[in-house]
């Protein structure tokens, strides 16, 4: 062998040895990268899971208020529904004792009033059992009106009761 023939030969042992050199660093760098990359794909896993839990707990949390709302406006209706039967059956009654004369409806009358023209005696007679001032009987016409009137009135202030309670529930 000569001596371009060696030195030939130990150039390209040379290069073999530093392709080799480089290719083990690159295996080392690649097993140390992938450790990090692992620790860090399980760091990234460990978040997500914790954030998860995070918002189902909080879905949770507003499904049992959400629930409790309407468990309280269940009732609240339920509420109103009743106090709404109840006086249209008190109305109902009332009206019923009225067209059978059962019961009359009358008014005081004020015997201060002399402009009126109408002279009232001031107090009951003997025989009377109404306490109290001068009254009058209304007529049953009239007598039903005013209980018609009174009834919506009623439903009216119920269903604004209602209303108030579903607001003061929705804005708790």
């Given at each position: ?19 080799g050199t480089a290719t ?65 059956s008190n109305q109902a ?80």
């Amino acid at each position: 062998m000569t001596l371009a023939q060696k030195l030939i030969g130990l150039l390209a042992l040379i290069l073999v040895l530093m392709a080799g050199t480089a290719t083990s660093a690159w295996k080392v760098q690649d097993w140390r990268y992938g450790k990090q990359l692992a620790e860090q794909a399980g760091l990234h896993q460990d978040d997500l899971t914790a954030i998860s839990n995070a918002a189902a707990a909080q879905l949770r949390a507003d499904q049992q208020k959400r629930l409790a709302l309407e468990q309280r406006l269940s009732a609240s209706d339920e509420n109103h529904y009743k106090e709404l039967t109840n006086a249209q059956s008190n109305q109902a009654r009332l009206r019923d004792r009225l067209a059978t004369s059962d019961l009359r409806l009358s008014v005081l009358l004020d015997t201060a009033d002399t402009a009126s023209g109408y002279a009232v005696p001031t107090g009951a007679a003997a025989g009377s059992v109404v306490h109290g001032g001068a009254r009058a009987r209304l007529d049953q016409a009239h007598a039903q009106r005013i209980v018609a009137i009174t009834d919506a009135g009623d439903q009216g202030l119920i269903a604004l009761r209602a209303c108030q309670t579903y607001v003061r529930e929705l804005s708790r």
